[in-house]
């Protein structure tokens, strides 16, 4: 089968075409027929080579959600499912081929095509889940930071839900009007300088920028570290925190690993057809096939992508 691999750790121009043996389903798995590939910002770190402590390697596949039809099943899985369309976590890589093996998968309701479920599939249980990590409640106010990404849009879309205010930082005044019709009251700048407080700030960029954030927290103010787009934070940022102790404030990290399937399965099955019924709206930036995997990273690193790119084997 055709797949794409990181032949080589740093720009796109490290990821080819391979020709690779189809995957087979071990027990509790299925086999997936991959129509549609979701292309996250988490694939450009894995690119890049910068998270070497989890377990990335070169000649790794990446990728991992794929939606498509089941056409295997692994011992201990339902013969049922064969035939139907699913959504599907690979895990650590797996999902830029024709073929991919998943032990997490979400059967897609009538009306949601594989193009939009991975849009939504991973991006939207870890908004979800973050909001809850940080005690979100109704009514408070929100910032998230990095917001036309993936998880960004589906954070602001959730949050709006609350009619709260929902500030949003962002490079690009046209993103920032995407990103008001999908529920932010207010537009900033990626130094989001102008603002004043929050009670929770979710922040998918930390980077160097990190600490004036957490002077942004109000009294009781939880900032939730989500994503690394803009590299790590000073290692003495936690100073901030106990500069201000008075204040309460707290920092958290958040990773979707920590969240059982269970519980992601649950808010995919409440998501899947809230999306069908238009309360959430997928947001695909652009269709390329599998082929172009580099031409799709070169345009997210150029940062031109509102949302998700996704690739098509054809
Ligand atoms: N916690 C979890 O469970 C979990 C799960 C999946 C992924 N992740 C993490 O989430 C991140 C990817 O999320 P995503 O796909 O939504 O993000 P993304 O599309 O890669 O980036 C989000 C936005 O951040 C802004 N940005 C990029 N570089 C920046 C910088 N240096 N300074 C300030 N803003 C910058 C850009 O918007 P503008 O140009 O408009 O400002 C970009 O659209 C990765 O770090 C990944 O590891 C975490």
């Known amino acids: 089968m055709r797949a794409v691999s990181i032949q080589k750790f740093g720009d796109p121009s ?21 129509e549609a590939i979701g292309v996250g910002g988490v694939d450009a770190v894995v690119r890049r080579g910068t998270l070497g402590s989890y377990g990335f390697r070169e000649g790794l596949v990446p990728g991992s959600e794929v939606a498509g039809r089941v056409v295997a099943v692994g011992e201990g899985v339902d013969a049922a499912w064969i035939g139907r369309v699913v959504w599907a976590f690979t895990g650590v890589g797996g999902a830029y081929a024709e073929y991919a093996v998943a032990d997490a998968f979400t059967a897609l309701p ?16 870890v908004a979800h889940f973050a909001l809850a990590h940080g005690h979100f409640a109704p009514g408070e106010s929100l910032l998230v930071r990095g917001a036309a990404g993936s998880l960004g849009i589906m954070a602001v879309q959730l949050a709006a839900a609350t009619a709260g205010r929902i500030a949003v930082t962002t490079s ?15 537009v900033l700048d990626r130094s989001a300088a102008a603002a004043d407080e929050f009670d929770v700030i979710l922040d998918i960029v930390a980077g160097p920028g ?5 002077d942004k927290l109000a009294d009781n103010g939880r900032l939730v570290a989500v994503g690394v787009v803009g590299g790590y934070p000073p290692e003495d940022f ?61 345009r997210m690193d150029e940062g031109e992508v509102f949302g998700r790119f996704v690739l098509t084997p054809q």
Do not use: C, W, Y
Request: glycine share 10%; charged share 20%.
């Open 14 to 34: 490290g990821l080819a075409v391979i020709d690779a043996p189809e995957p087979k389903p071990a027990a509790g798995q299925v086999l997936v027929e991959v």
């Open 110 to 125: 009538e009306g949601l095509s594989p193009v939009d479920a991975v849009t939504l599939g991973g991006a939207g249980p």
């Open 172 to 186: 690009s005044p046209a993103r920032g009007e995407r990103l008001r019709e999908l529920g932010a009251t207010e």
């Open 210 to 214: 990190l600490p004036s954030f957490l």
């Open 238 to 298: 936690g100073m901030r925190l106990l500069a201000s102790f008075q204040r309460s404030r707290s920092f958290a990290t958040f990773s979707l690993n920590t969240v059982p399937e269970s519980a992601r399965h649950t808010v995919r099955e409440a998501q899947f057809p809230a999306a069908v019924r238009g309360e959430l709206r997928p947001v695909v930036h652009g269709i390329l096939p599998l082929t172009k995997a580099a031409e799709a990273h070169r």
